[in-house]
């Protein structure tokens, strides 16, 4: 009987032991997380604090979202009609510094998203492949037009895939640096009549697949296969299969000469629908538990399938599928997202289950701070710090 007494004893001691531990790494844990927070909130508001200074430059949207919650939301008001007044107000869509055109559209709360565009076109695109089995990453570019007259002949422009325009390595001769520079490649394709022929005219420099070179009119070509895909406009495949699913009702998106969606910077969105194309591919393609965009695809998108994009340079950047992976380590992604020109950030980190979102209008004047390195420099280091 003594000897049972004792092992009952010994038990309710064990597990008064194990409450008693359990109860001590609760409170450390409660502890860890509001001092989390605590300088969570010091940051966002020192963050603020420096856009309202001007350090971040002209920034027009700020949020910062966790485990689907907002933790930050600023919206800032910008004289864009006192500003333009300095440089050519000539009134036409790609006048950046028009007012009616940039950064907003026609006074609403859609933000143009510039290159971000690009994102979004390779998300219906993804769909597009997954439900046409026809066509694949390796279907050849040129037989998709052949309708279109080519004055650079070169064998190598019928080895160019789906995927290389994808990984922009479609081995194009392409010149895009400056966006206000009249003989930059994106700014006289976007002078020119037809898109489409201006891009399948660029002559060949470099084996398909082989180099990263950045290429607005790669995802010109793009857009076009959607939609030779598709079957549809490529507004309307984006209507029923990605903005009708989450919910955007407002969009406006640019149109060339010839009648085709601009898919390499014409979409505005407002910042809260763009911020839920970042949780859609943190999800990894679900919405509300739905497969919106294919799983396979979401993680190609985001893997750096093309490394080394800037030889010689310090950087570890990587290219998916028309989306940017700034951060990885061994094949495994860091932090991904997508950009476009003046200002636009879309940034996400997995393993943080957080985005940081940056809607700005910076194309006349280098700011002191870069929004883009916000979430690397800024946010990441707070739960890195706390774990």
């Known amino acids: 009987m003594n000897q049972l007494i004792n092992k009952i004893k010994t038990l309710v001691y064990s597990i008064l032991f194990i409450l008693m ?19 969570l909130s010091a940051v966002i508001d020192s963050i603020d604090s420096e856009i309202k200074s001007g350090e971040y430059g002209m920034i027009d949207r700020f949020i910062i979202i966790r485990n689907e919650e907002i933790l930050a939301n600023f919206k800032y008001k910008q004289d864009y009609e006192t500003i333009a007044k300095k440089y ?3 009134n036409h ?58 004055d650079n002949e070169d064998e190598r422009k019928n080895e160019i895939t789906v995927e290389d325009l994808l990984t922009m390595r479609a081995g194009l001769h392409w010149n895009e640096v400056d966006y206000l520079d009249p003989s930059d490649d994106c700014v006289a394709m976007e002078a020119s009549n037809d898109w ?33 895909i598709s079957g549809k406009k490529v507004d309307e495949w984006a209507e029923e299969k990605l903005f009708k699913p989450l919910g955007i009702t407002d969009y406006y998106w640019k149109k060339t000469p010839t009648g085709a969606l601009d898919t390499e910077g014409g979409l505005y969105l407002k910042a809260e629908d763009l911020a839920k194309i970042g949780l859609l591919f943190l999800n990894g393609g679900k919405w509300k538990g739905k497969q919106v965009v ?40 860091n932090i991904f997202g997508a950009q476009g020109y003046g200002g636009q950030y879309l940034t996400v980190a997995p ?23 916000v979430m690397k420099d800024r946010i990441i280091p707070i739960f890195e710090k706390n774990r």
């Open 351 to 373: 393993d943080y289950n957080l985005i940081v979102l940056f809607n700005g209008w910076n194309i006349h004047k280098e700011p002191k701070k870069y929004s883009w390195a």
């Open 88 to 90: 050519d107000t000539t």
């Open 196 to 228: 489409i022929k201006y891009v399948l005219n660029k002559p060949i420099d470099t084996l398909p697949g082989t180099s990263f070179v950045y290429n607005s009119g790669a995802s010109v070509l793009l857009g076009e296969i959607v939609r030779i």
């Open 294 to 333: 294919p799983q396979k695809w979401v993680s190609s998108s985001i893997s750096p399938i093309a490394t080394n994009l800037y030889p010689g340079e310090n950087d570890n950047t990587g290219y998916g599928y028309q989306w940017w992976v700034w951060d990885h380590s061994n094949g495994k992604t």
């Open 93 to 150: 869509q790609y006048n950046y510094d028009h007012p009616n055109w940039h950064p907003y559209y026609a006074q609403t709360d859609l933000h143009s998203l510039q290159s971000v565009t690009k994102s979004v076109n390779s998300i219906l695109l993804g769909i597009a492949l997954d439900l046409h089995s026809d066509y694949n990453l390796k279907t050849k570019v040129m037989s998709l037009f052949s309708d279109y007259p080519i």
């Open 21 to 39: 531990v359990v109860g001590c790494n609760s409170n450390k844990n409660k502890e860890s997380i509001e001092r989390t927070q605590n300088v």
